[in-house]
């Protein structure tokens, strides 16, 4: 089990925290086009190589937090 | 109408003979073993949120991580970003949310978790060991000394951690929703099996000479009965 | 042999018996003795006992093999535990043991038969056998579920409290407690390390302790070198089973007093992998004859259990340890018949004998009588743990074995005899040195390099067939076959043939499997490679992973009450409620006709407090909350982006800047979440607390025509009358002497009701009070089933019964909520296109024409065969008594008065009418508003 070091309660199992996915930016929903909103929603990169992810830490700070993770190693390291 | 006082329930039943006491009906057992668990539920409980970085912050000293006793021997536990646990004796929560200096920050939070969540007190040498099969954080000295606090599972539960040692034996203070508070206790008493552990009603004093004597203060002037 | 003769030898100088302690046990009912000391399997063979079980496939007789963990010819059944590896487990007082594999008996397999037919158990018969008609399938299952591997089960699961498991971070994990290992250890230890070491046997040693008497010095030295270090704490009859991301380890324990097997989960900083070598055994034509032994196995019966293991030897050797074994056989009075050496290019042809070795025939053709055959013939190093981590061993020719790469993993190192040959001393220092290393924390290079290796003959198999894996029953033949078909690769051949996937996981059988494929397809054992190992290490009970089971419960402060008043329960996601209290249409019953009380503590509540509080709650629901005044509460419905109804609650204004929102009771913990996930990463400068405070109050829905009545005997600082206190408010005050207490007017369940949140402490009190003071009013507790009847009566549909992972929020007719008007919410372009395009199904209420049945829920809609809508929510209604439905229909059929056709489960059809509006009672909302 890999763990994720949380900048506010240190390194974690991977276990304590919800993966809430690839970072995207959230489209204007005012002008968003279907095909641009559902690419939001449903369209992910999931790349072989460094992803930046956000993950809940549900059984520590409560808080969401930013990592690069590589899909491959599990490697993490912070957002720079 | 009820002219009765009401009485508090902890959600944790210990068998054996129970007794009222500051309004809460708590368990009279008393164990003298090596390694024992206690329901503190009763103990007064407040939640702060501030910025972690405002002067609410600083004048509670405290940062998220760490726990220890003000000019007031309220202890004040570093429970998250931004968020502190104060326990104090029973009945004591507007006594404690009355001392939070709420002006000078944009936004402070102050509720009362008294009867939101459960308490326990694990206190032995091998409280550690016991805690062990339940918690994935490692309980070494050097990584958990006495007055550290973290959040994490306990026995699956999102848990509050705060190692307090009492006159030198290792003792930690396990707060959760008061809903699970029963299955926690549980929890720990199987998980303490081996070392012989026994539970340990609500008595005094609660593991900390300076809270026995203002319960003592309390209970002589009858404000708390 | 005769069966009274004993082969326990003289007592030997590193034997573990202690013969002053006999235990008497039974094999296939008949009684035994041996010593404490002796594994099951020893103290058969002292006794005599050379056929152990039937093999897996072919049901061939099976005995000692290896003498070890890994032995394939030794698991039986002891008492009610199945699989039990008896060359590893620890003889005790009173074990029944009995052989597995074999019916009717041990010494007549009638399935023994399969041997004549081998034709039909070939290799890739899993695929080619029983395969069509498919069916005749029920047939083949039963047939082959006789020939399945394994023991018996009684069933009983009262054992499950004898497993647990705990947590540990170490600094240094050592797997394997012989010389390297123990000097790996303690140099981590004098370092400062805390460290684990590992050992998969009863005691510390290794191959020490079948050694010569300098070995058994340097033993006892190491042992109580051990002993005496701070910092090391020693499992022993415990083996690290898995490496996973980050040295997460997984170490099953078997030496504990009180539990059968623990499972701790180590989170090491580094895990020093010592586990020795593994004899390799040699492939030739009856290598599988009870009588046929590994050097290593005779070793270990003599020196560590001074068990004799037979009177007539011929032995094939191709290294010291194996002359070393021929030694070892003369000192306990076996007549080495013929010595074949095989670095002078001696070999065996074929073992003789039925049952039982009688002879064997050598590579020149000569024919030796004898009764043991012990063969020295190679290692294998057991690189599992290693290639877990990501390494991939290579080949080297020239010590005829796979061994680990130079470049392992960050906090992984291989210490001993994994790594390369040496004395017992060179092994210690290599282990010192890698122990140092390993606390040190270095990366890999500050890590010693690898013992070299010596010359070894490179031999694996004989002129002739034979087993190469005995778990398995696959032989030589099978892999040449297999390779013949095409499965001519490592990997291939093994899920062709299933080579290296019995209990010793490879350990015993990859390198040949792999050196058979090389001789097959004509290519180098370096290109082809082993297959990669994946946990276990070794075979672990199902007990061990599933330790103590911890899943979280909850329960309301009202529990006491309920579970003493006959509440059947139900299970909704972590929390335990009452379903009802034995009748539930008369507890909705009363409360349509009087007043009743239900325990919903469970339902979320949070906590909103902040000057943005209404820009949180415009964005999380799809309705408008800016004009909320203090004092009154409102239904919202939130969406998800996609459109889709995720929850639904009210939410009230309690002060200027304080609002406490309600959840369902399932969503609690993944509205907040969402509202966290909103504030933190897309609007952090908003000043909003969002805090749970779902278990800190108890909630009481009080729900009748008498409500009132009754919480005006209970209520102090609340004017209850309808002017002052209307429907949609809520108030605080003190109810049944408790301070504090919210209480919220709104309906659920279509009547005048009223929500009552008392500090959780004091909801027992509140509660037996409510039911005591309210008692001439008939008014009485209801569960969760009579509240889903109430509820559905009126109409009011529950997210995630009546909605599901498709249902926006036009199809929940939820329609007139949803205010697109606002610039932005969650889910709003989403709902923006629904309602332009319209949505295509809808929910209505729906009454059968017939109104005595009740149709199950998820029962289909139909026309025809096509399916045009679903039942989602039926109940038979106490206030109508008649059955009352809300369910999914085409947008074409919702309208009032269609009649449709509902397909039960037993395949009837019976019509529905779709309903004016959601609600069956009391459309107007009259009674709600009393």
């Not at chain 1, 929903?29 to 369209?43: C, G, I, V």
């Not at chain 3, 082993?530 to 009970?541: G, Q």
């Not at chain 3, 599933?546 to 299970?571: D, F, K, T, Y």
Request: aromatic share 6%; charged share 20%.
């Amino acid at each position: 089990m890999f763990q994720i070091p949380c900048p506010h309660c240190g390194l974690r199992n991977v276990a304590e925290f919800r993966h809430a996915g690839e970072r995207r930016p959230r489209p204007d929903p005012r002008t968003a086009t279907p095909e641009q909103w559902r690419s939001y929603l449903y369209t992910y990169d999931n790349h072989a190589d460094w992803t930046r992810e956000t993950w809940y830490h549900r059984l520590g700070c409560r808080r969401y937090i930013g990592v690069e993770r590589h899909t491959v190693t599990n490697e993490i390291r912070p957002v720079s | 109408m009820p002219d009765t006082e009401p009485i508090a329930r902890s959600p944790i039943r210990i068998a054996g003979p129970a007794q009222i006491r500051f309004g809460w009906e708590v368990s009279a057992v008393r164990s003298t073993a090596a390694l024992r668990l206690g329901d503190r539920t009763p103990l007064a409980k407040v939640l702060v949120r501030a910025a972690p970085e405002g002067r609410l912050a600083a004048a509670l000293g405290v940062p998220f991580g760490l726990a220890a006793r003000d000019d007031h021997a309220t202890l004040v536990i570093g429970s998250g970003p931004g968020e502190w646990l104060l326990v104090g004796p029973p009945g004591s929560s507007a006594e404690l949310a009355g001392r939070i200096e709420t002006a000078d920050d944009a936004l402070v939070s102050v509720l009362d978790f008294t009867h939101g969540r459960a308490l326990l007190r694990l206190t032995g040498p091998d409280g550690a060991r016991a805690l062990a099969m339940l918690c994935p954080v490692d309980l070494a000295d050097r990584t958990t000394p006495d007055g550290a606090a973290f959040r994490s599972a306990v026995a699956g539960l999102a848990t509050d951690v705060v190692r307090d040692d009492v006159d030198g034996t290792r003792s930690y203070l396990l707060h959760c929703e008061r809903s699970s508070g029963q299955f926690l206790f549980d929890a720990l008493l199987d998980a303490g099996g081996e070392y012989g552990i026994e539970p340990d009603g609500f008595g005094y004093p609660e593991n900390s000479v300076q809270l026995f004597e203002q319960v003592a203060a309390a209970e002589a002037d009858g404000s708390a009965e | 042999m005769s069966p009274l003769a004993t082969h326990r030898l003289d007592p030997q100088p590193g034997e573990l018996l202690d013969r002053s302690r006999p235990l008497s046990f039974t094999f296939e009912g008949n009684p035994y003795t041996g010593f404490a000391g002796d594994s099951i399997a020893s103290a058969l063979a002292a006794a005599g006992v050379r056929v152990f079980s039937r093999s897996f496939k072919y049901h061939r007789p099976r005995g000692i093999l290896t003498a070890s963990h890994l032995d394939p010819g030794c698991t039986v059944q002891v008492g009610d535990e199945p699989n039990v590896r008896a060359a590893a487990r620890g003889l005790a007082e009173g074990m029944a043991v009995h052989a597995q594999n074999a019916w009717p008996s041990l010494r007549l397999d009638v399935r023994a038969a399969n041997g004549v037919v081998g034709r039909f158990l070939t290799a890739g018969f899993y695929y080619k056998t029983f395969m069509a008609p498919q069916r005749l399938w029920p047939a083949y299952e039963r047939v082959l579920g006789t020939f399945a591997p394994g023991g018996r089960m009684s069933g009983a699961v009262d054992t499950l409290a004898e497993y647990d498991q705990r947590y540990a971070h170490p600094d240094v994990v050592v797997a394997g407690g012989g010389p390297a290992g123990m000097g790996a250890a303690l140099a981590a230890a004098q370092a400062g390390a805390e460290v684990m070491l590992v050992e998969q046997e009863h005691e510390l040693g290794g191959h020490l302790r079948w050694g010569g008497p300098a070995e058994l010095v340097l033993l006892q030295d190491l042992r109580a070198a051990v002993a005496a270090a701070p910092g090391i704490e020693v499992l022993l009859d415990s083996v690290v089973v898995g490496r996973f991301d980050g040295n997460w380890l997984s170490i099953v324990q078997r030496d504990l007093p009180h539990v059968e097997e623990r499972l701790i989960k180590a989170r090491a900083a580094a895990l020093v992998v010592a586990p020795g070598l593994v004899e390799r055994p040699y492939v030739f034509a009856g290598n599988d004859l009870p009588g046929v032994m590994l050097g290593t196995a005779v070793r270990r019966l003599i020196n560590l259990y001074a068990v004799r293991p037979g009177t007539q030897a011929v032995v094939l050797t191709a290294n010291p340890e194996g002359d070393a074994g021929v030694a070892d056989l003369q000192r306990a009075g076996v007549e080495v018949a013929a010595v074949l050496d095989a670095r002078r290019g001696e070999d065996l042809r074929r073992a003789l004998g039925r049952g039982g070795v009688t002879g064997v025939e050598t590579a020149d053709g000569r024919r030796v009588a004898c009764d043991t055959v012990v063969t020295s013939i190679g290692w294998t190093a057991p690189t599992s743990l290693l290639n877990m981590a990501g390494d991939r061993p290579w080949y080297d020719p020239s010590a005829a074995r796979f061994r680990p790469s130079d470049d392992l993993p960050e906090g992984v190192l291989a210490a001993g005899g994994i790594s390369g040959d040496g004395t017992v001393e060179e092994l210690v220092e290599h282990g010192r040195s890698v122990g140092a290393a390993a606390a040190a924390g270095h990366g890999a290079a500050g890590r010693p390099a690898a013992l070299p290796v010596r010359a070894h003959p490179e031999r694996f198999r004989a002129s002739t067939h034979g087993i190469v894996d005995y778990s398995e029953d696959v032989s030589s033949k099978d892999i040449i076959a297999a390779a013949a078909e095409g499965y001519d690769s490592s990997e291939l051949v093994k899920r062709y043939t299933t080579a290296t996937m019995g209990p010793s996981q490879g350990k015993l059988e990859t390198v040949n499997t792999v050196a058979v494929l090389a001789e097959a397809t004509g290519r180098p054992i370096a290109d082809l490679g082993t297959t990669v190992w994946r946990p276990p290490y070794a075979p672990i009970s199902l007990g061990a992973l599933a330790g103590r089971v911890h899943e979280p419960v909850r329960h309301s402060p009202m529990q006491p009450w309920h579970e003493a008043h006959g509440a059947a329960q139900l299970i909704a996601g972590a929390w335990i409620r009452p379903d009802h209290y034995g009748d539930p249409q008369a507890e909705a019953r009363g409360v349509r006709e009087a007043v009743g009380i239900i325990d919903v503590t469970p339902l979320g509540k949070l906590d909103l407090r902040g000057p943005d509080v209404p820009k949180l709650l415009n964005l999380v629901y799809v309705n408008k909350w800016s004009k909320l005044a203090e004092g009154s509460v409102r239904y919202g419905v939130m969406c998800a982006e996609d459109g889709v109804v995720m929850d639904d609650g009210v939410t009230g204004r309690l002060g200027s800047e304080r609002y406490l929102m309600s959840t369902t009771s399932s969503g609690a913990a993944t509205v907040w979440e969402h509202l966290e996930n909103w504030l933190q990463t897309e609007h952090p400068d908003w000043q909003v607390h969002v805090t749970p405070l779902t278990t800190y109050y108890a909630s009481i829905n009080v729900a009748g025509p008498r409500s009132r009545e009754l919480l005006a005997r209970v209520t102090e600082g609340i004017d209850l009358s309808p002017e002052a206190f209307p429907y949609m408010r809520v108030r605080t005050g003190r109810i049944a002497g408790v301070d504090e207490c919210l209480m919220w007017r709104i309906g659920f369940t279509g009547e005048l009701s009223y929500e009552l949140h008392v500090p959780a402490s004091y909801g027992l009190q509140a509660w037996e009070a409510l039911l005591s003071v309210g008692a001439d009013l008939g008014c009485a507790a209801f569960g969760v089933e009579a509240q889903r009847i109430l509820r559905l009566e009126k109409g009011h549909l529950i997210v995630g019964q009546d909605t599901d992972g498709l249902t926006r929020a036009y199809d929940a007719a939820l329609g007139p909520m949803v205010k697109l008007d606002k610039d932005d919410f969650v889910g709003r372009p989403e709902l923006f296109w629904q309602e332009q395009l319209g949505e295509q199904t809808r929910l209505v209420a729906l009454q059968p024409v017939d109104g005595t049945i009740v149709p199950a829920e998820a029962s289909q809609i139909v026309r025809r065969n096509a399916i045009v809508g679903r039942i989602t929510s039926s109940r038979m209604s106490p206030t109508l008594g008649r059955s009352v439905c809300l369910g999914y229909v085409e947008v074409g059929l919702a309208e009032p008065g269609t009649v449709v056709t509902v397909l039960l489960p037993d395949g009837r059809r019976i019509a529905a009418a779709v309903q004016p509006q959601l609600a069956h009672v009391d459309p107007e909302g009259e009674r709600l508003r009393a």
